[in-house]
């Protein structure tokens, strides 16, 4: 295949992943991605299947995640590139390869980003479907709000996208209330 596609990535992730809790982080990473593409006028479908692949290796190799990534991929066609890109959202933890690219940047950063935006959204009686950055930012600052997500990373992120945070974080709302429905974040209602 010339660039992975969504069917593609879903199919190959289904291989993996069987947790809905993961298959739902694959989502929001993927929510975040094609937004990240719109806003570098690059192709949303693209970014997004890559987003959603990210994650390939880790239900089944949790202690060894991206060392099991590279060659079953190749071996199922992926692109080198996209490879590439998947392997470098562990950089500095679990691989050395660097974010080059601004889709690799944006993985990288959006990774962790999309787990305290899907949090906060979760404990509104409307989900993400109302939810504005200015009150995201503040369980952002809330630093015992989603203290597990790793928010130094994010920041690390976002200094390679030379991005501001609250940029970064409006820009992934809004590609995950695109997505509402499928990301289950549509709220209580109550
Ligand atoms: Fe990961
Ligand atoms: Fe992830």
Known sequence: MEKLTIEEARRLNDTMVTEEHLKLHAA????????????????????????????????KY?????????????????????????????????????????????LFTVDEL????????????NGITDMEVKSFMKKWKDKRFAAKCDRPLILKGCEMLGMDIKDVSEICITGMKEHAEELQLTGTGE
């Open 114 to 125: 999309s787990g305290i935006i899907q949090a906060a959204a979760r404990m509104r009686p």
């Open 28 to 59: 929001n990473v993927a929510a975040c991605m094609g937004a990240m593409a719109q806003h570098f006028c690059e192709d949303k479908e693209h970014w997004e299947a890559v987003g959603y692949l990210h994650d390939y290796d880790y239900e």
């Open 62 to 106: 949790p202690e060894e995640h991206l060392a099991h990534t590279k060659e079953p991929l190749k071996a199922a066609g992926v692109p080198e590139g996209d490879i590439r890109a998947i392997m470098s959202h562990g950089y500095g933890i679990c691989t050395d390869v660097e974010p080059v690219s601004d889709m690799e940047k944006s």
